[in-house]
């Protein structure tokens, strides 16, 4: 088996934002050693109060990350028969189990179930994104294609340089499908025929046709990435950390799930948030301004735009100010 691409992430610490400097070697790529890093970023941003939001940007010149390394995957699977669906539903499961255990690199990491358990780590650390009160941020310097937009489709927001960059998922052209959860993701940014199209056909969108279609949320100027992304960053990160976690929770597990269970799921966040401290904080100070103005603060002149700025509705509309 070949030897992993060895890769780092660089941590600028900005207060209450990190700046995440993806070093994928010469050729960008996301190896086994960025994915491990990345995990423990993203548990130390969860644990740390004082983070609100980490923002992913790559060190290449022209890419953010270009795609995960292909010849682990390929030489491990050389080494068995073909197996069909259900075989690889098995192997899924079995990896699924051996992370759970942990610890087992030593007997496994030269053996065709490896890369399986890898895959595995990556899409239960892509998970913990989700469910984190952290706002994550991909600003993509540069191009990104497989397991690197994935990484991007996991992110909450996107930003991309303008200029002759693309974001996609070419997997077909390789004779085989997204296995970093674009098949995934992607339709749910995107609507299901536009991410089914561009999946089927390998063709990547570029800056502008990603943001025409909602796969990113910015466009800029390539010395403005990081930039925009922060200020993204700083903008969101200033609501509630409790809350954010419990507003992507419902969104991104509730929206793809029934009806009946996105709404129980929305009930249990609801529920927790307004049980919390900062909920019950809030919403006490809320009233008391309120009875002390003799008007609801959100609807007195002003006051609204100054609350998307702080972040909170504390001291709103209290003598027609926000504290």
Not at 23 to 33: E, K, R, S, T
Not at 129 to 147: E, H, K, P
Not at 171 to 198: D, Y
Not at 307 to 323: D, M
Request: aromatic share 6%; charged share 20%; glycine share 12%.
């Amino acid at each position: 088996m070949a030897q992993e691409v060895r890769g780092n992430l660089a941590i600028d610490d900005r207060g209450a934002v990190l700046v995440a400097r993806i070093d994928g070697g010469p050729l960008g790529l996301f190896g086994n050693d960025i994915a491990e890093q990345l995990d423990a970023l993203v548990d130390r941003a969860d644990r740390d109060p004082a983070v609100q939001a980490v923002v992913f940007t790559g060190t290449h010149p022209e890419r953010f990350v270009s795609h995960a390394e292909v010849r682990w995957l390929q030489e491990g699977g050389a080494t068995v028969p073909s197996v069909g669906v259900r075989g690889a539903s098995a192997l899924a499961h079995t990896a699924r189990g051996v992370n759970r255990v942990g610890g087992m690199k030593a007997a496994l990491g030269r053996t065709p179930l490896w890369p399986a358990v890898q895959l595995e780590r990556v899409h239960q650390t892509f998970l913990k994104m989700n469910r984190s009160g952290v706002i994550f941020i991909a600003a993509l310097n540069g191009s990104a294609l497989g397991l690197g937009a994935e990484f991007c489709w996991a992110n909450d927001l996107r930003v991309m340089a303008d200029g002759d960059f693309v974001i996609g998922q070419p997997e077909v052209l390789l004779g085989i499908m997204p296995g970093g959860g674009g098949s995934q993701r992607l339709p749910r940014l995107v609507g299901n025929h536009q991410g089914l199209l561009a999946i089927l056909s390998g063709e990547p969108f570029t800056p502008a046709q990603a943001l025409e279609i909602g796969a990113v949320d910015d466009v800029v100027a390539p010395d403005r990435v990081v930039d925009r992304a922060i200020e993204l960053a700083e903008h969101l990160g200033s609501r509630p950390k409790s809350s954010r976690a419990a507003i992507k929770r419902s969104v991104y597990f509730g929206g793809s799930a029934s009806l009946e269970e996105g709404l129980h799921i929305e009930r249990s966040e609801f529920l927790a948030t307004a049980l919390s401290d900062i909920g019950q904080e809030l919403m006490l100070d809320y009233m008391a301004n309120t009875e002390a103005s003799g008007e609801l603060p959100l609807y007195q002149p002003g006051v609204y735009e100054q609350v998307l700025e702080t972040g909170t509705t504390r001291g709103a509309g209290a003598k027609g100010a926000v504290a």
